[in-house]
């Protein structure tokens, strides 16, 4: 049970990236994906929670109305879509989930039992 976040890049403010987060050995399908970040100096910090069915996406204050989520399902992928990067975006972004079929997007983040490597977002002009 692998999942892959990639994407990442230099961007300048206000740019875009899209991320990935690719799973192998199970199906993302049945099973919330959330994306982290952790900033220089910064503790990490969940940005963004999708559920299962693709039905529910939470954004943190940060982010909302610039970051979005989508589903391709058929490629076992979940996108973080990100727009209008600022300056307090940088950071090494991870996708997570606790594994567990049909599972709720936890409230406070916690309780996720598989990692991504992360992808390392740089926004400079």
């Known amino acids: 049970v692998q999942l892959q976040a990639s994407g990442g890049g230099l961007v300048q403010p206000g740019g875009s990236l899209r991320l990935s987060c690719a799973a192998s050995?199970?199906?993302?399908?049945?099973?919330?994906i959330a994306w982290f970040r952790q900033g220089p100096g910064k503790e990490r910090e969940g940005v963004s929670c999708?559920?299962?069915?693709?039905?529910?996406?939470y954004y943190s204050d940060s982010v909302d109305g610039r970051f979005s989520v989508t589903r391709d399902n058929a490629k076992n992928t979940v996108y973080l879509q990100m727009n209008n990067l600022k300056p307090e975006d940088p950071a090494v972004y991870y996708c997570?989930?606790?594994?567990?079929?049909?599972?709720?997007?936890?409230?406070?983040?916690?309780?996720?039992?598989?990692w991504g490597k992360g992808t390392l977002v740089t926004v400079s002009s």
């Open positions: 997570a989930t606790d594994g567990r079929p049909g599972s709720s997007c936890p409230g406070d983040y916690y309780g996720m039992n598989y």
């Open positions: 050995g199970f199906s993302l399908d049945y099973v919330f």
């Open positions: 999708t559920s299962f069915s693709g039905g529910s996406t």
